[in-house]
């Protein structure tokens, strides 16, 4: 009896929009491996010849502390990094492709209408929302970066220079571990920076009401320090510059939503 009863869970929960969904989602990938192959290796065969100039301007000197230095321990590490750069943006390309894809012909599917349906969900049409929201986006993910680049790394680098030369140790950074460091923290500001977009949207969207934000905004900012705390290092400060801009910039589109009265 158990055992039927789980079947029919089963198949209700394929049948169910999300079910077709996924489905959907997983034929489609079958069908476009290729083309997302063949996009990965453009990504990376365009993006391989510089790295080398990628490298060379995440250890430039003037960005590392006083007295540290960065070190390749194996023969092979500085092509690893380079290959690891170029598959990334491989996947970018992916990323880009398959979300172009989804505003453009994923929203005419019917279990994806059925399921906006069901959840009250308005998704604009392609067009001029979507450039304005693409522009956004992308101004945010920049802004992201240049924080991580220009305030949030210098500032974390040379503290923990200092902590460690302050009892005696010599601070020499393998190069994919320092490359690891400076790209993850990028990274997570790059995401941490589209939450006013992600805010804005979600409320005008009837996704979310702003007065159900407002009242679990603790739980954001708890959410905010967590993804801080996965993407930064161990401390307090690392934890706390990661965190911040995402819980100034949550609250921030808070109160445009609320001028805008949506």
């Known amino acids: 009896m158990a055992e039927d009863s789980l079947v029919q869970t089963v198949e209700k929960l394929l049948e169910s929009p999300g079910g077709l969904i996924l489905a959907q989602l997983r034929e489609h990938l079958r069908t476009m491996l290729k083309v997302y192959l063949a996009i990965f290796c453009l990504g990376f065969l365009l993006a391989f010849p510089i790295t080398r100039l990628v490298v060379e301007f995440l250890i430039a000197q003037h960005r590392l502390p006083d007295g540290a230095s960065i070190i390749v321990v194996t023969p092979v590490e500085f092509l690893m990094i380079q290959l690891r750069i170029a598959s990334s943006f491989g996947l970018a390309l992916i990323v880009i492709f398959a979300i172009i894809q989804l505003l453009t012909k994923g929203r005419h599917h019917p279990a994806i209408q059925q399921r906006l349906s069901e959840l009250e969900i308005q998704i604009p049409k392609p067009g001029l929302n979507v450039l304005v929201v693409a522009f956004f986006s992308i101004t945010l993910m920049v802004l992201g970066v240049w924080y991580s680049c220009e305030i949030l790394t210098p ?79 161990p401390d307090p400060l690392s934890l706390f510059l990661v965190a911040i801009p995402v819980i100034v910039t949550f609250e921030a589109s808070l109160s445009v939503s609320r001028l805008l009265r949506w």
């Open 155 to 233: 500032l974390l680098l040379d503290y923990l220079s200092k902590d460690a030369q302050e009892v005696g140790l010599a601070t020499e950074w393998r190069l994919s571990g320092y490359i690891g460091f400076v790209v993850n923290l990028a990274l997570a500001s790059a995401i941490g920076f589209q939450t006013p977009l992600i805010t804005l949207m979600a409320i005008r969207l009837n996704v979310v009401e702003r007065a159900l934000l407002s009242t679990y905004r603790r739980h954001i900012w708890f959410a905010a320090f967590v993804f801080g705390a996965l993407l930064s290092p």
